[in-house]
Every structure is written in C-alpha cells, then in structure tokens.
C-alpha cells in the first residue's frame, strides 16, 4: 500500500502510476454511473479522492458504502488541476475490507467536542483530532529534541512514590491492602506494614525530587511522564491524569531557569510550525482565529518577566471586577493569570518571587526571608503553563523549612543528602504537557487534547 502522505510528499513519483491505497470512507456520494470517496488513511491531514465507474463488478456495493468502510483501491492517480485537491485516483478495483453500519456515530457533519467527548475510541477519526493528536505527537518529539540536542539526559522517574513533591496532599494511593477488610494495628490503625511496600505509596504527582538526584550527577536531565493528581478542580485545564517535562540543571540560578523555558517554547512553537502546517492552519480557521498570528509574535519577541509583588499592585487596581479579591500573599487565581497575560502584558509572562507560604517547601528562600526564587510562566488563553524554580541548596534552610510544614527527615533524607554531598545551586521546571497542546492548538479544554482523559468522575476506556 501507497500512503497517501507519501502522495502528497513525492506527488512526482506517483503521478500516472497505478497505485494501492488503503483507508476508511469519510464520504460517498454517486449518481448513475460514477461516484466520488473521500478515503482517509491515518498517515496525514489530508484526504485522498478516488473515482469509481459502473465498470466495476461491485459498483452498487461500493455506492451503498456507509461512512466509516475500510477499502483498498488500486488505481491510476492522475493529477485534477480544476479541482480543489491537487490529484485523485481513478478506481480499477476497489476491495471492501471492513463494512461500517449505519448507526456509525460520525457523519459528514460538524458534531461538537462535547458529543465526542462521549466517543473517545472513534473521535481520532474526525479532522479536528487527527490535528489535535499530530499535533501532540510531534510536540512530544520536539521536546526530546531539543533537550537531548542541548546534552540533557532523558530521566525516568518512578510513577509510584511514598513522597509527596508538591506538598498539597492531592495524590491517589496504590495499595494491595483489601479495601473491604482492612488490617489493623493493636491501636485500630491501618497496618500499613502489611501493604506492598511495607508503608503507604501513591502516584507521582511530580518527578522532580528524583530528577534533582540526576541533575546532581548528570548536570543536565529532564523527565517526560505520567503524573497524578487527586485535584477536585472540575476546570478546563485540570486534569487528575496529565504529562509534564521536568528538566532540572546544576550550577543554574532562577534566570537560566527562564531562559531555559523561553528558549524550549519557543523552539517547539517553530517546531510544530514547520512540521504540521497545514493542522496549524486547521486550527487558525475552525478552531482558533489568530491563532498563528499569536505564535508567530511569540516566537518574534522576549517574554514579559513580573514579580508577583508587582503583579499583585497591577491586580488590585482591577480588584473590583474579580470574584476573588487579591491581596499580597494570595494565590493568583486563573482570573488573575489570564487578566495579566491576557489584558496587561498581552503575552506570556514570567511572574516571579512567590510568597514562600503558597509555594512548596524545596523552593529557595530569596533574601527579604518572605519570598522564594519561584516563576510560572503565564499565557494567553490558559494561564499557568510552567512551574518552576530555584531550588533551596542550603542543607539548614531546607531543613528547617521541612520542620516548619511537618515533612518528615526521614522521607526525605535522600534529598537532604544532595545539599550534604557536594550541594550546588540549581533550578528547574514543569511544563503541563496537556496546557502546552492546549496552547499551541486553541483547543480550549483539557479533555479534547489528551486521548483518553481521566478528570473528576470520568474514567472511561
Ligand atoms: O506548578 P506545578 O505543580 O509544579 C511542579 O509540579 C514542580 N514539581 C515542577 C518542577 O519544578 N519540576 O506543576 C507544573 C505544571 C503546571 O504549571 C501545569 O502546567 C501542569 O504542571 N499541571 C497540570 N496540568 C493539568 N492538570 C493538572 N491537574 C495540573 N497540575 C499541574
Ligand atoms: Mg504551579
């Protein structure tokens, strides 16, 4: 079989030939004696017209195809410079491979993203998610390249932990223990000690605090994994189950740190560009408008840079049209995030030096003792994309940050052994994987740019 990619590719090579091609009906319309497919076979955005004559020994058949038939068509492709497509194939023999009945759920006809939410297992059928999954498969791609061009090594974490990085206690446990009939203690606690590891485990809500064990050795690594998180957010950028890209560097302060993220951004924006042109020109007309002009100006300019301090002065003066008030020392909220990068900076932004109390424990305590070397990373249409920071190298400050939020030495005495054994300044990141999509796509909901998507009271598949 011919890829119809391949046709589009090296049009030249296939011109005149007579060729196989195999894929599934998108439509079918016949009149007496001929009729028109469009055939899609997987391999890229574009669809492949085939032409088909009552000479065909099956040409009734073929004509009462439903939408959704597999086929394998052996023709001529002959090029069609009246039309809109550049080339079709002339049938001389058409194979029904799959039958598809009637009650198929996609028509030829717009369905919302709603409807196919209900039909995860067919919806990479429709135009809108072969863009959205091509998309996310070369983001994936041009993320590895970019690091793995730089030197980084490619870290895998675990997925089941006993520590919490994040500290916000929104982890799913993994446990062998019978939920039905637990086993107790002498005190009427759970007897963890009997569980599969011997003491309470739970999903990765982030690789980092492995990933700076790796950086301390290696320099340079990143992570490109699953992680979990038990959040009750039913919003449309929250997922319980999404991906995320941790790079972690030695010898970096806060300012590597975004550069790092500006340069990686930006470097995966002209990726997709350049290698899905026409799914991004998809999304700049059905999906988005001024979508590509957006990207282009991102890609053209510096990213803005804010201290939350600031950007909390530039927020009150907007407090009266927020349904949550700001105050120093609140956690911005996606109002807030998209108020600055949407109506104030009108692109992304670097907010940093967090309050220490909204932040998590490992992060560096800057000098005023109240804030700490923080930055997320804010844009348009979204909000938060990248969490990162400076990471606290100081084995006492760290210590003593750990005493004050109850984190247990033990727990964490591999990671204080790194500010024991050679402890260097260093900074790393997250970027949401499934936000990144979001935002280089226009897709406006969490559920439409991952496959099967797991969200509060949704596990379907
Ligand atoms: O800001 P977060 O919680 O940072 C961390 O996990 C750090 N350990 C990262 C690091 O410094 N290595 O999460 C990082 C990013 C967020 O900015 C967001 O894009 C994404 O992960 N994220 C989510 N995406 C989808 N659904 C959720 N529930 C998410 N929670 C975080
Ligand atoms: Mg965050």
């Not at 069609?80 to 023999?93: D, R």
């Not at 919806?123 to 030197?151: C, D, M, W």
């Not at 929104?170 to 637990?182: A, G, P, Q, Y």
């Not at 606290?392 to 964490?412: H, I, N, P, T, W």
Request: net charge negative; hydrophobic share 35%.
């Amino acid at each position: 079989l011919v890829e119809v990619r391949e046709l589009y590719r090296n049009k030249e090579e296939y011109i005149g030939k007579r060729i196989t091609v195999g894929g599934w009906i998108r439509s079918v319309r016949d009149s007496k004696s001929f009729g028109f497919i469009v055939l899609h076979d997987g391999t890229c955005f574009e669809t492949l017209q085939v032409v088909y004559h009552d000479n065909l020994n099956n040409f009734a058949e073929i004509s009462k195809l439903n939408v959704g038939s597999s086929i394998i068509v052996t023709g001529q492709l002959v090029e069609t410079p009246q039309a809109k497509q550049p080339f079709e194939i002339q049938a001389e023999e058409v194979i029904i491979e799959g039958y598809s009945s009637p009650d198929y759920p996609l028509q030829k006809k717009k369905h919302s993203l709603e409807f196919l939410r209900t039909i995860t297992h067919l919806r990479p059928r429709t135009n809108t998610f072969q863009a959205v999954f091509r998309v996310r498969s070369l983001l994936s791609y041009a993320i590895h390249k970019f690091f793995q061009e730089r030197g980084f090594v490619y870290v895998h974490t675990p997925i089941i932990t006993g520590s919490d990085c994040e500290g916000a206690g929104e982890m799913f446990r993994v446990t062998t223990l019978d939920l039905d009939n637990l086993p107790l203690t002498e005190d009427g606690k759970v007897d963890n000690s009997q569980d599969f590891f011997g003491k309470p485990t739970n999903l990765t809500v982030s690789g980092q605090l492995n990933g700076e064990t790796y950086a301390l050795a290696f320099k340079k690594i990143y992570t490109f994994g699953p992680t979990f998180r038990a959040e009750n957010s039913n919003t449309t950028r929250h997922a319980a189950e999404f991906w995320m890209i941790e790079p972690e560097v030695a010898f970096a302060d806060l300012n590597d740190n975004m550069r790092l993220a500006e340069d990686m951004l930006k470097y995966i924006i002209n990726y997709v560009l350049e290698n899905a042109p026409k799914e991004m020109e998809f999304f700049n007309q059905f999906i988005d408008n001024g979508l590509l002009d957006r990207l282009n100006n991102v890609v053209n300019s510096e990213f803005a840079h804010v201290t939350y301090t600031d950007a909390i002065e530039i927020l009150k003066k907007n407090n009266d049209n927020f349904d949550y008030k700001v105050f120093w020392g609140c956690d911005l909220q996606t109002e807030h995030e998209r108020y600055l990068t949407e109506q104030v900076f009108k692109k992304p932004v670097f907010v940093t030096d967090y309050p220490k109390d909204i932040k998590a424990f490992y992060m560096k305590l800057n000098e005023d003792n109240k804030t700490v070397a923080a930055m997320d990373l804010l844009v348009p249409g979204i909000g938060e994309i990248i969490g990162g920071s400076q990471r606290e190298d100081d084995y006492e400050k760290l210590l003593k940050r750990m005493d004050e939020m109850g984190l247990s030495r033990e727990d964490y005495e591999f990671y204080l052994d790194l500010r024991k054994f050679g402890s260097v300044r260093h900074s790393g990141f997250g970027l949401g994987f499934e936000r990144c999509v979001m935002y280089l796509t226009g897709m406006s909901n969490i559920r439409d740019v991952i496959p099967f998507p797991r969200t509060v009271n949704h596990c379907e598949l």
